[in-house]
């Protein structure tokens, strides 16, 4: 679980993450939706709550299952992995031989790692390194969480709405995959033609990757998924935040690239990530009406919430009660 990592590691995570989040809220929501955000978010998380609670929900299931269902994978043993190379081959192999070597060598990227390198006495090559694994950590935690913020802080609530059920979607099916297939990422089959880059150059990462995946859960590629998501989602709401847009995209498709730069996933993995997301989001939209509603779950929601209501008024009278008995006794 991420909060059996490293207290410095969190702190260092929460800080950045919440540093890109304050920067962006401000420029892109801007201080207008965050102030109307504000005066109503009791209203508004009321309005989407039960999305909130099935995507908790589902979180909470997917940690269990990754937990528990590996030993579920292995006996069904379905392995993929050489059907996985045999389709793409050393591709990853060559984009982290290429990225590490030949693009260094580009006019304008030598001059701009040169000048890098100059300041802070980094190489080229760990500068590249650097900066996906920058992307991988960092850019994709800002990138799934930004759009809570900037979907609630809209006057109409459809659109976080659908996030939820997107990324409810997507680890839904990214964890039955995960069960049903057994997969090894490059840096695991292939090594020492690809490297473990990030793992390599800054090693408390594998602590983070390893509280949430492991070695055999590589397709599709979550962080592909929930990467493109957004940047679908961001095209619908180009409108609202046209920045977003251009930055969401960016961030994804550096997530995109990253996940294979670093040996984690392979090109098929990624592909059928942004396959997942284009199913997460066809099905939110399938279970939900023209507003974002989905009757269905605000139904079990509310009865949930008064059932658990009605649980705790009882709880109070019975405790009420006691305490009348108890005085009542010490009196006599």
């Known amino acids: 679980m991420i909060l059996s990592l490293p207290l410095g590691l969190l702190r260092q995570i929460v800080l950045v993450v919440g540093a890109l989040l304050l920067f962006f809220s401000?420029?892109?929501?801007?201080?207008?939706?965050?102030?109307?955000?504000?005066?109503?978010?009791?209203?508004?998380?009321?309005?989407?709550?039960?999305?909130?609670?099935?995507?908790?929900?589902?979180?909470?299931?997917?940690?269990?299952?990754?937990?528990?269902?590996?030993?579920?994978?292995?006996?069904?043993?379905?392995?993929?992995?050489g059907a996985i190379y045999s389709i793409e081959g050393d591709l990853v192999a060559n984009l982290q031989a290429y990225l590490t070597g030949g693009f260094l060598t580009l006019p304008g990227v030598a001059q701009l790692t040169?000048?890098?390198?100059?300041?802070?006495?980094?190489?080229?090559?760990?500068?590249?390194?650097?900066?996906?694994?920058?992307?991988?950590?960092?850019?994709?935690?800002?990138?799934?969480?930004?759009?809570?913020?900037?979907?609630?802080?809209?006057?109409?609530?459809?659109?976080?709405?659908?996030?939820?059920?997107?990324?409810?979607?997507?680890?839904?099916?990214?964890?039955?995959?995960?069960?049903?297939?057994?997969?090894?990422?490059?840096r695991n089959l292939l090594y020492p033609e690809v490297q473990s880059l990030m793992y390599e150059w800054w090693p408390r990462s594998q602590i983070l990757t390893g509280e949430i995946n492991t070695n055999t859960n590589v397709f599709p590629s979550l962080h592909s998924s929930i990467a493109a998501t957004?940047?679908?989602?961001?095209?619908?709401?180009?409108?609202?935040?046209?920045?977003?847009?251009?930055?969401?995209?960016?961030?994804?498709?550096?997530?995109?690239?990253?996940?294979?730069?670093?040996?984690?996933?392979?090109?098929?993995?990624?592909?059928?990530?942004?396959?997942?997301?284009?199913?997460?989001?066809?099905?939110?939209?399938?279970?939900?009406?023209?507003?974002?509603?989905?009757?269905?779950?605000n139904r079990v929601a509310e009865r949930a919430v008064s059932a658990l209501d009605r649980r705790l008024r009882l709880t109070r009278e019975w405790f009420s009660n006691l305490r009348s008995e108890e005085t009542d006794s010490q009196s006599r």
């Not at 508004?44 to 999305?51: D, G, I, Q, S």
């Not at 709405?161 to 680890?171: D, V």
């Not at 847009?245 to 730069?261: D, E």
């Open 26 to 81: 401000l420029t892109i929501i801007g201080i207008g939706r965050l102030g109307r955000l504000r005066r109503n978010l009791v209203s508004r998380l009321e309005a989407v709550y039960p999305y909130i609670l099935l995507l908790a929900i589902v979180l909470v299931i997917n940690s269990l299952v990754r937990t528990y269902g590996e030993i579920l994978s292995w006996l069904l043993d379905w392995q993929v992995t």
């Open 114 to 186: 040169a000048s890098v390198q100059e300041y802070t006495g980094v190489v080229p090559a760990d500068q590249v390194i650097a900066f996906f694994s920058f992307i991988y950590v960092y850019g994709y935690v800002f990138l799934m969480v930004f759009p809570f913020v900037a979907y609630l802080a809209k006057d109409r609530m459809g659109s976080f709405r659908t996030l939820m059920l997107a990324y409810a979607f997507n680890y839904t099916i990214g964890v039955l995959c995960y069960v049903l297939f057994i997969s090894y990422g490059p």
């Open 230 to 297: 957004v940047a679908l989602l961001a095209y619908r709401t180009r409108d609202t935040y046209p920045a977003w847009l251009y930055i969401s995209t960016s961030i994804a498709l550096g997530v995109l690239v990253a996940t294979m730069f670093l040996g984690i996933h392979w090109g098929v993995d990624v592909v059928a990530g942004v396959g997942l997301a284009v199913v997460s989001i066809v099905l939110a939209d399938k279970v939900t009406d023209e507003n974002g509603e989905n009757a269905w779950l």
